[in-house]
């Protein structure tokens, strides 16, 4: 059977993933919907202080990748990179848990959490880009079903993120900050049954095409078995100490760029620096060919664009929340709902709309009419930019301190959720595609650089949410109401589609037949 012809149904291995990446993403969501509610209502944070940690955290947590997917390309493989991984995060969200236990001991409480989230940063740097790699494994090279698989994983990362607000919210986010903790609590239970289910059943289930076991040997010790031409990419990274020693400075005089010059915080700058360096770096390792180096410059245009994206998009765990727990009409048949139950809006959607757009880019791919990767993306942005829009006319009106219709923050939950699956699982699979197969995992750490990035803006961004007495403005935007706060993310997104549209073509043809 040729390669590029589709079987009617995905490998087992897929579901497997599905199941370990879903309890997994309860663990990270339901600390999450949690998070900034704690600090202010626990640990007596103002916002701005809230969203800078916000940001700092969910920004380091996707900057980790990186190292996991390298340590998993060129040491320990897949397999027990997400073994360590979840360790970590286990003992990270037991932290927390005693933190919130703790919350009325001030600096322990304080203390503790730090080291919560650090085991959690860490955790989910070997985790997350291994898991996601696994994927594309179990598929051969050129796999039409590929989009579809990542599609369905995402929806299982979905599932995980529904069902953690709900309950990690009810047990949580009762008005009472001492139950904070039986909400941490229930997200490490999350993460523990992903440790199980990975334990238990990795060797019946990551199995690729051929019946291989997969991510038991790192990439870069397969390569090493080849021929000499071949092996060379794996060695090239590292064998001039003098050019490595040069990019470090280079990273050294983008932090105090970013730090002194720009004002940014320690974390920040970091995030930025590196964000920037490290792709630099690996594009300009010599053995990549012409179309490997120009495949990944794709990777890294759009990782540049999506970070607006998700900039906007994280919002939901910051300056929405904000809203929904101040601004929105929670009360629904004389009960009034949690502000964190807002977070199972997204996933609710993606879970309901997700097997109908894997549907769609599968007869689409047998018709060959599927869109492009980058026209799906932008997309998405533009989706994104009208999900504001609409809840910057809701606001418009509303005199302060009336709360709005709880029908807006729905409809803008909604938009965003069509506008995501435009474009994160297709992202994930356009990695894949493209990445040299001896990259893969690092490159797969690069594309969640762009979220690092992006996460550690939505928290600079979050800070700009109007409060009375404070005047906020950014590139001489003022921001004095929530229509003003609004509109900045229509602007900004909707100027990334616009870009991102009009460079289409010329990514496609970077791309070299891959679509």
């Known amino acids: 059977m040729s390669t590029n012809e589709p079987k009617q149904s995905h490998p087992k291995g897929l579901y497997f993933v599905f199941a370990t ?35 700092n955290y969910t920004g380091l947590v996707y900057l980790t990748p990186l190292i996991g997917g390298y340590v998993a390309d060129r040491y320990w493989g897949m397999r027990r990179s997400i073994f360590w991984g979840a360790v970590m995060m286990v003992l990270g969200q037991l932290f927390m848990f005693m933190s919130a236990l703790n919350y009325q001991s001030g600096e322990f409480a304080r203390w503790t959490m730090y080291g919560g989230l650090a085991l959690l940063i860490f955790g989910n740097g070997f985790f997350k880009p291994n898991i996601t790699t696994v994927v594309g494994s179990l598929y051969r090279p050129g796999d039409k079903r590929l989009d579809s698989a990542y599609t369905i994983f995402y929806m299982g ?95 050294v005089a983008l932090y105090c760029v970013f730090h002194f010059a720009l004002s940014f915080d320690l974390i920040g700058a970091a995030i930025f620096a590196l964000c920037i360096i490290i792709p630099a770096y690996i594009i300009s390792d010599r053995s990549l060919t012409k179309i490997e180096r120009q495949r990944v410059w794709v990777i890294y245009i759009i990782a540049f664009f999506v970070i607006f994206f998700w900039s906007a998009f994280e919002q939901a765990g910051a300056s929405l929340t904000f809203f929904a727990d101040e601004q929105t009409n929670r009360h629904i048949f004389g009960l009034v709902m949690p502000a964190s139950y807002f977070q199972s809006f997204n996933p609710v959607f993606v879970v309901l709309f997700a097997p109908l757009l894997s549907m769609l880019w599968t007869k689409l791919g047998q018709k060959n009419l599927e869109p492009a990767s980058p026209i799906k993306q932008a997309m998405g942005l533009f989706l994104l930019a009208l999900g504001y829009l609409v809840i910057a006319m ?41 990445a040299p197969v001896r990259f893969a995992s690092l490159l797969m750490g690069v594309w969640y650089m762009s979220n690092a990035a992006a996460n550690k803006f939505a928290g600079m961004l ?29 602007i900004m997104s909707g100027l990334a589609s616009i870009i991102l549209f009009g460079l289409s073509k010329w990514l496609q043809k970077l791309m070299n037949g891959v679509k």
């Not at 993120?161 to 941490?184: E, H, Q, R, S």
């Not at 506008?419 to 595609?433: C, F, Q, T, W």
Request: glycine share 12%; proline share 4%; aromatic share 12%.
């Open 462 to 490: 979050s800070g700009l949410y109007p409060e009375a007495g404070k005047t906020k403005a950014i590139l001489g935007y003022h921001i004095t109401t929530l229509y003003d706060f609004f509109m900045l993310f229509v």
């Open 157 to 251: 990362i979905n599932v995980g993120a529904f069902i953690a607000p709900l309950l990690c919210g009810f047990v949580g986010d009762t008005g009472n900050p001492a139950d904070f903790k039986w909400g941490f609590l229930a997200a490490a239970l999350g993460m523990m049954c992903s440790l199980i289910l990975f334990i238990g059943w990795k060797n019946k289930f990551l199995v690729g095409p051929d019946g291989e076991q997969l991510g038991i040997v790192a990439a870069g010790k397969v390569t090493a078995h080849k021929s000499e031409k071949e092996a060379a990419p794996e060695r090239s990274l590292n064998q001039n100490m003098t050019a490595f020693l040069l990019w470090g400075l280079g990273a």
């Open 21 to 55: 990446g879903m309890s997994e993403r309860f663990s990270y969501y339901g600390m999450r919907a949690l998070f900034t509610l704690y600090l202010i209502k626990a640990l007596v944070m103002d916002k701005q202080m809230a969203s800078m940690i916000y940001g």
């Open 394 to 434: 809701g606001v418009r009106d509303a005199a302060p301190g009336v709360k709005v219709s709880i029908l807006w923050l729905t409809g803008l939950y909604f938009i965003h959720s069509m506008g995501e699956l435009m474009l994160s699982p297709i992202g994930l699979s356009m990695v894949n595609k493209l």
